[in-house]
């Protein structure tokens, strides 16, 4: 095989790959060019036969782990509380208290809505603009409903087991 034959064959495979995958502008320049060369292949006696590439190349790309992942806010604001519990000197077993006192009434969700009593936010504050004192983005801010919750808890139970406590009681703090 000389290597005009080659180059043409290469050309006409690479075309014919493009057009079967959908092609572009680009592709139908080139299988334009390709035809010319075959016209004057032809013209010249030589016929031109396009091969067609059939195995596909792949090469793995090893997956990048993500820079950053995000904590979910539920996280996020459980972590936060718990900061907030061991600053004012409280045992692990006054956030589990906390714990399993907001996870049953808001399920740490900062936009939680009671509309029966219209209680608001992780700690269901009622009226839910009470915890404006503290902040006044309230509405939006986890962390400024759980301080409001946490003064709230030691003003009233002086602890958050003491809450949970009237919780089980009562079923409301």
């Known amino acids: ?16 790959a493009t057009v079967t995958a959908g092609g572009s502008e680009m592709a139908w320049a080139d299988e334009q060019a390709a035809r010319e060369v075959a016209g004057k ?10 091969v067609i590439h059939v195995g596909v ?5 090893a ?13 996020r604001s459980k972590a936060y509380a718990f900061r907030l519990v061991t600053r004012r000197a409280w045992s692990g077993e006054q956030f589990q208290c906390l714990d399993s006192l907001w996870t049953r009434e808001s ?17 269901q504050a009622l009226p839910g603009r009470k915890m404006g004192y503290v902040a006044g983005d309230w509405r ?16 009233r139970y002086g602890s958050p087991c003491g809450a949970w406590g009237h919780f089980r009681a009562h079923n409301w703090y």
């Not at 000389?2 to 014919?16: C, E, W, Y």
């Not at 399920?107 to 936010?121: F, Q, V």
């Open 1 to 16: 095989m000389d290597s005009k034959r080659v180059l043409r064959n290469t050309v006409a495979a690479v075309i014919a």
């Open 41 to 50: 292949t032809e013209q010249a006696g030589e016929s031109v036969r396009p």
């Open 57 to 61: 190349w792949t090469t793995p790309a």
């Open 63 to 75: 997956a990048r782990p993500p820079r950053f992942r995000r904590v979910p806010a539920k996280l």
């Open 107 to 123: 399920n740490w969700n900062h936009k939680a809505y009671n509309p029966g009593s219209g209680a608001y936010g992780i700690p």
């Open 140 to 155: 939006f801010n986890p962390q400024t409903q759980i301080r409001w919750g946490l003064r709230y808890i030691k003003g």
